[in-house]
């Protein structure tokens, strides 16, 4: 039987939000108004995610931060700052990729998404990927990992390798907020990103 793919044409009404978008603006005027979980009630923006909309690499983290939620921009705060860096060394501006999260509204004291809360917003995420066709996925930690790979394995099973999910390969790496709590998981995460980049230049070569 053949499988489902997010590249497989979308009824107009699909498991998704709504009729799918043709593009990220429409989208985002639609995802901004949203008020389908509790994270609504308490945040200040949703962060819809930036980026590149043709990008090659859809970099993919857990929740908005208090940062965010204040300019409604992912990853401006202080892991933001890291993963600019981490982008930076492997040759990539932060304009140059998309950024995005699996929840789009900051959960209240910065805890995890409740599994509602993310089965609510992945259908935005899914529009969002569906419309910049990225070739690599960087999913950083394991919410994102496992909510995006649909497992529960741990960093240490799913980091270290290209990880095939519906037309992306996928790269785990630890998340940058871990990064600065754990100082020992950096050497980790420029290994996975350097595969990374290594996977970009042969499935996305210079024109
Ligand atoms: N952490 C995340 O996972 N996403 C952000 O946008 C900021 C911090």
Redesign the pocket.
């Known amino acids: 039987m053949k499988q489902e793919s997010l590249f497989d044409p979308v009824p107009e009404s699909s498991g998704t939000n709504g009729p799918a978008m043709p593009n990220l603006d429409d989208l985002c005027r639609v995802t901004i108004g949203c008020r389908q979980c509790r994270l609504s009630q308490t945040r200040k923006n949703v ?1 819809f995610g930036e980026g590149n909309p043709e990008a090659g690499v859809f970099v993919i ?5 208090a ?2 939620d204040a300019q409604g921009r ?4 202080r ?2 700052q890291l993963l600019d860096k981490i982008l930076l060394a492997i040759g990539f501006e932060r304009e140059e990729v998309y ?1 995005g ?1 699996i929840v789009k509204c900051r959960p209240p004291e910065n805890r995890n998404p409740l599994g509602d809360e993310i089965e609510c917003c992945k259908p935005w995420l899914m529009q969002q990927l569906r419309i910049v066709k990225p070739k690599i996925v960087l999913l ?2 394991r919410v ?1 990992a496992n909510t995006i790979l649909g497992n529960n394995l741990s960093m240490g099973a799913m980091r270290g390798s290209i990880i095939r999910w519906d037309q992306f390969d996928c790269v785990v790496t630890y ?3 871990a990064l600065l709590r754990n100082p020992n998981w950096k050497k980790p995460c420029w290994e996975d990103v350097q595969m990374l980049r290594a996977h970009y230049d042969k499935v996305c070569p210079k024109g």
């Open positions: 962060v983290g857990e929740a908005p931060g940062d965010e992912p990853f401006v705060g892991s933001g950024i999260n950083l930690g994102a998340h940058p907020a």
